[in-house]
């Protein structure tokens, strides 16, 4: 049976000292539930201080980003095996933030999918169309590419300890949220995808997180999906009362 996943990705927001504030106070009031796990992705510089916060709760760090080499000149640059020792258990892989800000390809996604892999992190693999792909009926070619080039290569064994976002670009952030029926159609394909290149048995194993515009209002139906694991919560993470909300779905 799959566990629930819910992540709260705070993007480039709070300091040191509103990390560790927020930390405290969620955990004072958190009750662990057996069937999912919650991770929490600060800014790199609040990764080394949470974790000491979180290091006794079952709250799990994870990383907003990493590089795909080991250590080299990379100036600005963290790796796998600095994520580790910060205390990190999973790391967000092509979010569309990076993608769209950044330029990331799917060939970069793969490179760092499978430095994450190695490492011992659990990489959280984003993929999702825009609102021009998605109002040219191009959702299912967009996402399909995205996961057959940035999941190229990577081993049966592997790919179970991989996770999938599915994140259309035009409900991040803009209060927009793809409705249940949507969001479950394509995890369906997601999983389908799997299946074919790995077997069923192993896709079934695979949890697939939804991310846009998640909030207290929506992620109870979202969850009610036959193949929606969890949520990859962007703005209302960053209110310790909605995220718990959420959690609590």
């Not at 999973?90 to 490492?119: C, I, M, P, Q």
């Not at 825009?130 to 940035?150: C, H, M, N, W, Y």
């Not at 960053?238 to 909300?245: H, N, P, Q, V």
Request: hydrophobic residues 45%; aromatic residues 8%; neutral net charge.
């Amino acid at each position: 049976m799959r566990r629930a996943l819910i992540i709260g990705n705070w993007k480039m927001h709070k300091t040191v000292a509103q990390a560790v504030e927020y930390a405290r106070g969620f955990i004072a009031g958190f009750t662990a539930v057996a069937d999912r796990d919650v991770a929490i992705a600060p800014a790199f510089t609040a990764l080394h201080a949470l974790s000491a916060v979180l290091k006794e709760s079952a709250i799990s760090l994870c990383a907003q980003n990493m590089h795909w080499e080991e250590k080299g000149a990379f100036t600005g640059e963290v790796s796998a095996p600095m994520l580790l020792d910060a205390g990190c258990r999973y790391v967000l892989v092509g979010h569309s933030e990076r993608r769209r800000w950044f330029g990331e390809s799917n060939e970069d996604v793969n490179r760092k999918t499978k430095a994450a892999l190695k490492a011992g992190l659990f990489p959280v693999v984003c993929v999702g169309e825009t609102l021009d792909e998605r109002e040219a009926d191009q959702t299912f070619s967009i996402v399909r590419r995205q996961l057959k080039e940035g999941l190229n290569n990577i081993s049966a064994d592997d790919i179970r300890r991989a996770i999938v976002a599915y994140e259309p670009v035009w409900a991040i952030g803009t209060g927009r949220t793809a409705t249940p029926e949507q969001a479950e159609e394509v995890h369906d394909f997601i999983r389908q995808f799997i299946a074919r290149i790995h077997g069923t048995d192993i896709a079934a194993g695979i949890c697939i997180l939804y991310g846009g515009s998640v909030n207290p209002e929506n992620a109870s139906p979202l969850m009610t999906q036959k193949d929606i694991d969890g949520l990859l919560v962007g703005g209302a993470s960053l209110d310790a009362g909605s995220f718990r909300k959420i959690i609590y779905y």
